[in-house]
C-alpha cells in the first residue's frame, strides 16, 4: 500500500461508519495517524477498537457537527493533541425524509439535515482551516452528492443542503487558492452504505436506475477516489467538485 500520508494527520467527520469509516481505515492503512469524529459514541469506540486490531494508527472523538461550540472545542483539542492537521474529510451527513414532496415535508426535518449536512460542513471547514493555515499546507474534502447537482425528487431538503455544500467548496477553494491548501468536494451517486437503509425502495430504485452502470457504488471505490484528492498529488485542484457516480454525470 502506497504511504502517500506518512507523518500525517486525517481527521474524518462521520467516521464511525458508512464513507467515514472507509475512508479513514484508507488514509490510515496509507499511514496517516486517523482521528475519527463521530457522535455515536459506542459506534466509535468500536471502530477505533477495529483499525487498532489492524495496526492501524487511529483515535476517536465524539463530535456533533452541528454544534459551533463543540467542534471550536474539538478542534482546539486535536491541536493540542496532535499538533498538525494536514488532511479533513467532512462526510457526517444525514438523509432526512424521501419519497416526500415538499408540501409534506416537514420543516424541522428540513432545518435537521441543514444543521448537520450544510452547517455542520461550515464549521468544520471554519476550524478546521486555521490549523492548516500554520504550516500553509492542507487537503480538505467535503462529501457533496449528484443529489446536489441535479436535485433528486421527493428529497428536497438532502437535495438542497448537498447543493449548498458545492457552493461552499466552490468559495472556500477560491479563497485559500494561493495559501497551499486545496479544498474539493466529492459528489457520489448512490453508495452502498448503511445510510440506504432510511432510505424508501421507491426512492432508491428511481436514484439507481439513473446510474447506467446499473449498480450501488462501494465505500471502497470512494475510499480510492478520496485517497488521491487529499494526497500532496492533487496540488493543482481546488474548489471543484469530482463526480464518483457511475456514469450518471458525464459533463
Known sequence: ?????????????????????????????????????????????????????????????????????????CFDRLERQYGRLDVLVNSAGIVGPTHTPITQYDVNQFDKIYGVNLRGAFLVAKYGIPLMEKRHYGRILLIASIAGKEGNPYMVGYSAMKAGVIGLVKSIGKEYAEKGITINGLAPAVIKTAMNADTAPEQLEYMVSKIPMKRLGTIEEVAAMVGWIVSPEASFSTGFVFDISGGRATY
Open 1 to 73: 500500500m502506497n504511504k502517500r500520508f506518512e507523518n500525517q494527520v486525517a481527521a474524518v467527520t462521520g467516521g464511525a461508519d458508512g464513507l467515514g469509516k472507509g475512508i479513514g481505515k484508507r488514509l490510515a492503512e496509507e499511514g496517516a495517524t486517523v482521528i475519527l469524529l463521530d457522535n455515536d459514541e459506542k459506534k466509535l469506540t468500536d471502530t477505533v477498537a477495529e483499525f487498532e486490531q489492524f495496526g492501524l494508527r487511529c483515535a476517536g472523538m465524539i463530535l456533533d457537527v452541528s454544534d459551533e461550540e463543540a467542534v471550536r472545542v
